[in-house]
């Protein structure tokens, strides 16, 4: 039997959701819906045997759909998400999964107590790339990570709710976590608002781990080029992993500094060294596809997401922390890692 799917919020990336689910196998996307009659007009003509509303309520009370897809701004999404399990259905909702923490957790053990499927939209995990880049890192091939840096920057598209942070950093923060298995123990950030009062353009925050690993993050809608790129620095190798490369997504850099145990100058104790580049086949899989497939997989199996309610938690706990930090000139804010788990 297909999984029945209504859709709330069919804006721009709204849009590329339903096309996906549209095009999955064992997937009927049955209704999608929408508060802009403007946009319903757009798409409705593009997906034979949908139906389309704008009251989210026709789709939460069909009690032949199975699972929800909420796409609406993320100030609609615990809302939207808590009638959904109420109503007895899975949900996936965009990223970030809502805007307070408190509200979070109430999400989390609604779906628990439900027995529902509650996944957020953290891409980036099931990027062909991140998961190269997390087997080199697990199989120890880049050695010990000392840092990461991250740059998501574009010029436009300019929000008018959400800041810079809130809009493109749960890409890099959940990517990083995913990567590391780590949740930072502290967060600094900084940013400017120089187009509209009190959202920031531009912010500059640091995730400050455990075991010493930093990663940095860079992220902006005022910048002359468009940027997706994140570096990894280990002491046996160095990875780049570049987004916006079409075919050659990761490099890898035989680049460090190797100690001698015989040596009579500081000099000769520490040598550079600069050996191949290598550029490994990354595969094809277009991340999308393949995180609406494995929603799909989890309703069908009745399995955790990757990008679970708790994984939407965290990344809304780093990205307050951030807010906080940024609003208080960069001052380091604690993160407690035990209230995550």
């Given amino acids: 039997m297909p999984v029945n799917i209504g859709q709330i919020g069919l804006g721009a990336w709204g849009r590329n959701l339903i ?45 032949s759909i199975n699972a929800v897809v909420i796409a609406t701004p993320p100030a609609d999404h615990f809302d939207l998400a808590a009638r959904a399990l109420k109503a007895g259905k899975d949900v996936f909702v965009e990223k970030p999964l809502v805007l307070d923490v408190e509200k979070g957790k109430m999400l989390i053990e609604l779906a628990a107590k439900r027995d529902k499927i509650l996944m957020v939209g953290h891409i980036m995990e099931y990027h062909p790339a991140s998961l190269a880049m997390k087997e080199y890192i697990h199989s120890g091939k880049l050695g010990k990570i000392y840092y990461l840096y991250s740059s998501r920057i574009n010029l436009g598209k300019v929000r008018d709710i959400e800041n810079a942070l809130w809009s493109f950093a749960p890409h890099d923060i959940s990517m990083i976590m995913f990567l590391l298995d780590q949740v930072p123990v502290r967060v600094t950030a900084t940013g400017a608002s120089y187009l509209q009062k009190d959202i920031e353009d531009v ?86 596809m393949a995180e609406c497939a494995h929603f799909i997989e989890c309703v069908k199996d009745r399995t955790r997401p990757r990008s679970d309610g708790l994984d939407g938690l965290k990344v809304l706990t780093i990205l307050t922390a951030a807010q906080e930090s940024m609003q208080n000139g960069g001052a380091p804010i604690d993160v407690n890692i035990k209230d995550l788990n």
């Fill in 19 to 63: 096309r996906t689910f549209y095009n999955l196998p064992g997937v009927n996307v049955k209704q999608g819906c929408d508060a802009s009659p403007a946009q319903l007009a757009k798409i409705s003509g593009s997906f034979p045997g949908v139906t389309w509303t704008k009251d989210p309520g026709e789709i939460i009370n069909d009690p």
């Fill in 203 to 288: 912010c500059f925050m640091t995730m400050h781990f455990e075991d010493k690993t930093m990663a940095h993050i860079h992220v902006s809608w005022l910048d002359p080029h468009k940027e997706r790129k994140l570096t990894i620095v280990g002491s046996k190798m160095m990875a780049v992993f570049d987004d916006t490369n079409s075919s050659e997504k990761i490099w890898l850099y035989d680049k460090g500094v190797d100690t001698k145990l015989d040596y009579n100058t500081y000099g000769e104790y520490m040598s550079l060294r600069a050996g191949d580049i290598l550029i490994p086949k990354v595969a094809s899989t277009e991340p999308l």
